[in-house]
């Protein structure tokens, strides 16, 4: 195997890896999506650092991922990692190892921010419509969770779609 044939492999799976990023998306979002990123590396140099492009093109992105895993919440003798947060609530991972460490189990809670000595409470639907029934928010959670489950992550993005839920 020679070096031409390596580098072509290589591009090959760079190019599939950003096809698949593109599955799923309308003709029209994907080549704007094409547009941008053509625009950002025709002004960046050469060879890429991605972590610079995310510092210099997405700064919001940046700030919100460092503060996501710094934060840190111990209660009833847990440590709780924050997973997300908006106003209306912070979503919190707790990893258990149980049985010899060997399978481990996550889960998730979450956190209501506006009270100020709430407990966390474990992600599912029964506490979310207990804890948003009669609220402003109550309609879209309660659409939301008839067709997503509250854990669930956004295939392109990676961010938390129950909190997108509480955008009205």
Not at 22 to 46: P, Q, R
Not at 85 to 100: C, G, H, R, S
Not at 156 to 166: D, M, N, Q, R, V
Request: with cysteine; hydrophobic share 40%.
């Amino acid at each position: 195997m020679n070096k031409h044939t390596l580098e072509f492999d290589k591009e090959e799976r760079i190019i599939y890896t950003i096809l698949h990023q593109l599955d799923g998306l309308e003709i029209a979002l994907a080549h704007d999506t094409l547009h941008k990123v053509h625009l950002i590396l025709s002004l960046t140099e050469t060879p890429i650092n991605s972590a610079k492009l995310r510092e210099v093109w997405f700064p919001e992105f940046q700030n919100q991922t460092n503060t996501q895993t710094m934060k840190l919440l111990m209660q009833n003798g847990r440590e709780y990692h924050s997973m997300g947060a908006n106003d209306q609530i912070e979503l919190y991972l707790w990893v258990d190892l149980w049985y010899a460490k060997l399978v481990p189990q996550v889960c998730m809670y979450y956190k209501l921010p506006r009270e100020v000595t709430s407990e966390v409470q474990r992600l599912t639907r029964t506490n979310l419509r207990n804890d948003f029934g009669g609220t402003l928010f109550e309609k879209h959670l309660f659409a939301f969770l008839a067709q997503h489950h509250p854990c669930k992550k956004d295939r392109k993005t990676g961010a938390y779609k129950i909190l997108e839920a509480f955008k009205i």
